[in-house]
């Protein structure tokens, strides 16, 4: 087991600037300020690369009573047969991606979509905004002063602007890739295949307020949410702001 991590955190300069951990360019603040918050509650992203232990995280913060919504569970609910990205699916994509009961087979779409680009952003065009749709929901209905969404594409799809805080999951790529097989029965090629349509997780990390580097065991990532959450619920963390 790897010693605990310490999060990458960038630390703001005086002038609304900040510099990046490592002494590189100085980056622009797009972080919505307390005042230009539609309310109190402070959106948090959770997001990373495939495997690299979002849900994980996401079950910490539930088992300390924290709200977080899930896009994972969005995509799928809204391909049900009784809901609207279905039949727009199965115009798409046609009768190879339905199971026996008429049922939208998970794998057989994503068979289609992880080996063709231009497949997998015609059903983002489809999924994106029902579950952009959906999260909004999920966000109004919540009183919660800290609300956390997982949010796989987080980037990809341009939703950061939406959230005042963004926490990306690392961990090293081969232990992702053991991970994904013995957990998900996923093949290192399959988890390969749809890493390669996501940005990488160092620029993830770049563009977050906070860096959860999940190489150890769950205590420790849970550890280092818990000390996140006390600072900021103490007000003792340095100011972050997202790099662009
Ligand atoms: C392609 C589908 C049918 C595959 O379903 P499956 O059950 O095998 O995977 P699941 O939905 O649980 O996703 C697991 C992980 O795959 C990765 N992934 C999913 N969709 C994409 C995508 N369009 N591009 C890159 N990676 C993706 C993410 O890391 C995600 O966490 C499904 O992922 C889907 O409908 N994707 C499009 C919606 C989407 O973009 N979802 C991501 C949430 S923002
Ligand atoms: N610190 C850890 N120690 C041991 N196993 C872990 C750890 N973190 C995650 N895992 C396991 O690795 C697998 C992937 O983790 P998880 O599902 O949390 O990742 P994810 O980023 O949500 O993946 P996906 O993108 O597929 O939704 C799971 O089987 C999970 O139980």
Known sequence: ???????VRCAAG?????????????IVRIVRKREERESNMIKIAI?????SGKSTLSQCLRNLGYPVADCDAISHAILQPDQAGYKACVEAFGPAILE????????????IVFQDDARRRQLEAITHPLIQAELN????????????AEVPLLFEAGMEKQFDEIIT?????????????????LSPQQARARMAAQMSQEEKSRRSTLTIVN??????????????????????????RIPQ
């Open 1 to 7: 087991m790897a010693g605990k991590a310490k999060p």
């Open 14 to 26: 005086r002038s609304g600037r900040l510099r990046s951990p490592s002494g590189g360019p100085t």
């Open 47 to 51: 997001t990373g690369v495939i495997g």
């Open 100 to 111: 026996d009961q008429g049922r939208i087979d998970r794998a057989a779409l994503g068979a």
């Open 137 to 148: 929901r999920q966000a109004k209905a919540s009183s919660s002063p800290l609300w956390f």
């Open 169 to 185: 999951v690392t961990a090293p790529l081969e232990t992702i890739l053991q991970r994904l097989q013995q957990g998900r029965g």
């Open 215 to 240: 190489d150890g065991d769950i205590p420790a990532m849970q550890d280092q949410i818990q000390q996140w959450i006390k600072e900021k619920q103490d007000g003792t963390e340095s100011e972050r």
